[in-house]
């Protein structure tokens, strides 16, 4: 076979594989029809996946006394495992997931005071007790809280961690048999509605996450748009108030400065603590006070919205943070947002408020999966 019959066979080897991710179910002819492939390539492919137990065919079904019974074709569960890794600076988060994105098993590990390359083989370690588990993982993603680039890996630099132009994929590629896909945490978390709402159909969205910052990510053709400089989707930096509060990056009146949880604790009389601690243990805050300061929060997050849609028009946009499940915030998000959309996207965006607080490892595990089936 010469090389380009090669590549070709393989394309269409994940092609197939893809389809059978997102569809289910199917025969030899419905996924021929489906690819476009002759239905001869198609049995070709599927009598290669049978023998090394990466799809089976269910129990015939009868064709309405027409024609031959239908044979159907699924992945065999747990054919494939995909990992992804949390990067934290007290502990790694690991999440498993078998190739529909069930999730396998998840944990953390503590790390504490780690050079990163102690971290690094901490990481590598991790990896290799995971694969000894899971022998079936296809690749491994690492969710870093950094500004890195994701085709070479290299994590350019992360203030949470103290990590400087570190080559993390390399060190980790040069000592595991697997892949490893280096991604932003806030990039890797938005990946996570996208598999759970099938948005790999091709729809255009939006993702920002509220906690202890604020960011975003552009997802295009269910895929992320990084930007020249891998920065594209900072919504936390999108100034809402010239006169507002001094932010992290040293600007004034930046969405992150206004909006994050420990912003948002301390107008509520509980500075440094945890979101789940202040309003968790019955010291809730007056009504009156915690309804005026989630809706102020509510109208700076529409209000960014507004121009993050005008700009881009997605076809939708998600919201994931811990006030989502109270009203007098989704109400001012969305009053916020209709007051300084333009008026057909403000009438056509969907809205999705979500608190995904594992995100990023699922998300992450996802990736792997996506990247495995390129072409
Ligand atoms: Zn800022």
Redesign the pocket.
């Known amino acids: 076979m010469n090389k380009g019959t090669a590549v070709l066979r393989q394309q269409n080897e994940k092609k197939a594989l893809r389809l059978l991710r997102t569809a289910g179910s199917l025969s030899r002819q419905e996924m021929a029809e489906r690819l476009g492939l002759s239905k001869n390539t198609v049995s070709v492919i599927v009598q290669k996946w049978i023998g090394s137990g990466i799809i089976r065919e269910g129990a015939p079904e009868d064709a309405g006394g027409v024609g031959r019974p239908r044979i159907p074709l699924q992945l065999v569960p747990g054919c494939f495992q995909a990992v992804g890794l949390v990067v934290g600076m007290s502990s790694i988060r690991y999440t498993v997931t078998d190739y529909g994105s069930l999730v396998l098993e998840e944990n953390r590990r503590s790390v504490q005071g780690l050079s990163p390359e102690d971290y690094i083989e901490e990481l590598v370690a991790l990896c290799r007790e995971l694969l000894e588990r899971y022998p079936n993982v296809i690749g491994i993603g690492v969710a870093v809280p950094a500004l890195l680039d994701p085709l070479t890996g290299r994590v350019l630099s992360s203030s949470h961690l103290e990590w400087k132009n570190i080559p993390l994929k390399e060190r980790m590629d040069s000592q595991l048999p697997v892949p490893v896909l280096v991604l932003n945490n806030v990039k890797a978390s938005a990946m996570a509605p996208v598999q759970a709402t099938r948005l790999e159909s091709g729809k255009s969205s939006f993702y920002m996450r509220i906690g202890e910052g604020v960011g975003g990510a552009i997802l295009l053709n269910g895929g992320l748009y990084y930007g020249e400089s891998w920065t594209a989707g900072e919504v936390?930096?999108l100034c809402v108030d010239r006169e507002g509060p001094r932010?992290?990056?040293g600007?004034k009146g930046?969405l992150?400065?206004l909006v994050c949880i420990p912003r948002v604790l301390e107008q509520l009389g509980h500075e440094g603590r945890e979101w789940s601690d202040a309003l968790g243990d019955g010291t809730m805050v007056a009504e009156g006070r915690f309804n005026r300061t989630l809706a102020e929060a509510g109208g700076h997050v529409g209000f960014a919205l507004s121009q993050v849609v005008n700009l881009l028009n997605p076809h939708s946009v998600t919201i994931d943070s811990p006030y989502g499940r109270y009203p007098a915030f989704c109400d001012a998000v969305r009053k916020g947002f209709e007051d300084q959309a333009l008026t057909v996207p403000a009438s056509q965006t969907g809205f999705t408020f979500t608190h995904l607080p594992n995100a990023s490892g699922t998300g992450a595990a996802y990736a792997v999966i996506l990247e495995y089936e390129k072409e």
């Open positions: 936390g930096h932010c992290s990056c600007r930046c992150e400065a």
